[in-house]
């Protein structure tokens, strides 16, 4: 595997919302390969992808249709130095298991060899302009929301929906923080619930889309005829799906879960405690931010998080400063 890495590896990649300004530029200047990744990611979307990502503006950056093949470039390159640095000493990197938060799941699959990083690329552009279209014809918006168990907090959604629209559990990150997402009238009243319910604490998150809600229905079933019509290869090693928290290993079972995956929950906690009941002892985050290291943290103080300054390669931690 790698030095400070011991048991079985899982790797794993972040989702939307790690996104920063000057996102992989230090990696960029040190490592050839990731340089390779992102000028193929200039070249395979015809603009320069790269300049936004290291200079901005913030704002283009973080539209969805933008941050999304943005934070899939970034992930792949940080893979692709690691494997070039371990390479260097006679070594590669072998996960034993991949998985990936959301959009991370399409790193996750570049990683396990099902697609390579162009093909996924153009369709995480496609994601991202889908999901941005959705949310103009149908604004909405998400909370993130600690302290209250999902099924206090499934019930709130439940009388916000039979109020005012549509509200839905979206993510299960972590147990005592769960996102919910929704039409914007409807998650402002499920966010008054939870709080007169006994939140802890609510943050509506900076996006205008309600991912992983049935707004995104539509926007799901376009993506889906583009998933169908692209090539696929079985997975190299298990990848762990957001939909049914357990893995796939085949290419029909990678059609299904992406196909559905923008307008279903993720089921992160789920996720994660299946790779740890299959055997997973490390959990090496790769990508900008380091979000799911934490996450994963709360979920397990048994297992061992790392993300790429511990691996002792000379690669710089890919954060904000």
């Known amino acids: 595997m790698t030095d400070g890495v011991s048991g079985k590896l899982a790797v794993v990649f972040p989702g939307q919302g790690s996104q920063f300004v000057g996102m992989a530029q230090e990696l960029?200047?040190?490592?050839?390969?990731?340089?390779?990744?992102?000028?193929?990611?200039?070249?395979?979307?015809?603009?320069?992808?790269?300049?936004?990502?290291?200079?901005?503006?913030?704002?283009?950056?973080?539209?969805t249709i933008n941050a999304q093949p943005a934070i899939l470039t970034a992930s792949i390159a940080a893979l692709e130095a690691v494997n070039e640095r371990l390479a260097e000493r006679g070594q590669r990197l072998r996960p034993d298991m991949v998985a990936g938060h959301s959009l991370g799941e399409f790193s996750a699959l570049v990683a396990a060899g099902v697609m390579d990083f162009p093909t996924s690329l153009k369709l995480v552009r496609e994601r991202g302009r889908l999901m941005k279209e959705a949310g103009i014809e149908r604004p909405g918006g998400m909370a993130a929301v600690l302290g209250l168990d999902d099924a206090a907090l499934a019930r709130v959604c439940a009388?916000?929906?039979?109020?005012?629209?549509?509200?839905?559990?979206?993510?299960?990150?972590c147990p005592g923080q769960t996102v919910i997402s929704g039409e914007v009238g409807a998650l402002e009243r499920a966010m008054e619930l939870a709080k007169a319910r006994g939140a802890k604490r609510i943050a509506r998150l900076g996006v205008s889309i309600a991912s992983h809600s049935p707004l995104m229905a539509d926007?799901?079933?376009?993506?889906?005829?583009?998933?169908?019509?692209?090539?696929?290869?079985?997975?190299?090693?298990?990848v762990y799906a957001n939909i049914t928290a357990s893995s796939v290993i085949t290419t029909s079972d990678i059609r299904a879960e992406l196909s559905k995956q923008m307008e279903s929950p993720v089921n992160w906690t789920g996720s994660v405690q299946k790779m740890i009941e299959d055997g997973a002892t490390t959990f090496l985050?790769?990508?900008?931010?380091?979000?799911?290291?934490?996450?994963?943290?709360?979920?397990?103080?048994?297992?061992n998080n790392q993300s790429v300054s511990d691996l002792g390669l000379g690669l710089p931690v890919m954060t904000s400063k």
């Open 285 to 303: 985050e790769l990508g900008p931010g380091a979000v799911l290291g934490g996450l994963i943290k709360r979920i397990s103080r048994e297992v």
């Open 28 to 63: 960029v200047a040190i490592s050839p390969a990731a340089r390779r990744v992102v000028d193929d990611a200039d070249a395979t979307l015809g603009f320069s992808l790269s300049e936004l990502m290291f200079n901005g503006p913030a704002e283009t950056l973080e539209d």
């Open 219 to 238: 926007a799901s079933a376009q993506f889906a005829e583009l998933v169908a019509a692209t090539e696929m290869n079985d997975p190299a090693f298990p």
């Open 159 to 173: 009388e916000a929906s039979d109020e005012t629209g549509i509200v839905v559990l979206a993510n299960a990150n």
